[in-house]
């Protein structure tokens, strides 16, 4: 038998409690014994639910408990997890978690002090939620150089982003829309700001890399500044907009962002709506390869979580050694990556302005919309971040031209 404690009755935590109870019989079959949890540990009671037979307030009575050889982390954050995983894994107990910000802060070294004990730290729901990506990785693409990784990370600003664009809803009506769905949390900015989608992609971004790619280093910009206006010429592209955690790995060189993207309608990325996720992996001889479903969720992660408890109840003091150092992996200067942009240009003379724009970026493939007045937009040829941002400087010297209202990536 395998005895397992869960450290958290919160959402995802009572999803784990509700997965293995219903489908019981399955996941010890899978599983190839009987798995019982002996504990959960949360702060609160829950007088009423049977869970309270099995509920703890001291993590000591976990640690120390010689029983339990697997310990299920879905409290969040940092602290106290991080102590609470640590001490677990050198207390030769194996952890399964869904905390993306316990593992893009920690996964190398606690990846390592799991290998050091010969026990596993597994965390499959801590990108996708419900979505099979992390195991993929390290154990189906293994033949493959991945060299791009592009991913929409995060439900709610997907959601967002869909309601703007397909019912033209501003950005800030769409949030409160987001917030009483229970989408978007009364402060949302690990959402709309994109650090949940950058924690994401610092993860895939180091099991790629097999180093530590710092989340603190990936240029990150949110949805705030994106309008129904620019909805409206990212659709005269025949794209949509997207959140988009993206990462490249190229001739030894590797760099990582995430920013809102055009995605044209060729990309299977575009057809990605509502709260769902998708990562679409690049492998050298693989090509594209796409993983969709629900980023998120109280049972599509916990899905995921049992997933790894299976996993780590058959490789009981086998470890799966999966590839991440604490080495760290240098990024490229975001200025250096090609790109290339939708620029939205506010003008006082239209005229004067498209032949500025014309000379200074040498196109006058210009984008109008019917009821949008006094601007205007196109699109560059590919240069370096760098190269584009000096030419709108540039630009924003030529008579006739008042400002740039935005640009946007193009993400093909």
Known sequence: MAVIAVL?????????????????????????????????????????????????????????????????????????????VKSALLNGKSVCTSNKELVAAHGAELMRIAKDNNVNFLFEASVGGGIPIIRPINRSITSDKIEAVTGILNGTTNYMLTKMGTEGIDYDEVLKDAQEKGYAERNPAADVEGHDACRKIAILASLATEKTVRYEDIYTEGI????????????????????????????????????????????????VNDVFNAILLKGNMLGDVMFYGRGAGKLPTASAVVSDIVDAVRHKNINLGIKWSEDKQELMDIDDVVVSKLVRVEYSNKDKAISCVKRVFGTDNILELENAYDEFAFVTDKASEREIDMKLEELLNCDGINGILNTIRMEG
Do not use: C
């Not at 037979?53 to 602290?79: A, C, F, K, Q, R």
């Not at 659709?235 to 590797?254: D, H, M, Y």
């Open 224 to 271: 705030t500044n994106i309008s129904t206006t620019d909805m409206l010429y990212a659709q005269k592209l025949g794209g949509k907009i997207k959140l988009l955690g993206k990462a490249g790995f190229e001739n030894g060189r590797v760099w990582a962002r995430v920013a809102p993207g055009v995605v044209s309608g060729s990309n299977p990325l575009s057809m």
């Open 8 to 84: 958290g009755y919160g959402t995802v935590g009572s999803g784990v409690i509700e997965v293995m109870r219903s489908n019981k019989e399955l996941i010890e079959s899978k599983a190839e014994q009987p798995v019982n949890i002996k504990y959960v540990l949360d702060l609160r009671d829950f007088p009423g639910d049977p869970v309270q037979e099995i509920i703890t307030h001291n993590y000591d009575d976990i640690l120390n408990d010689s029983e339990v050889e697997l310990v299920v982390e879905v409290m969040g954050g940092v602290d106290p997890a991080y102590s609470f």
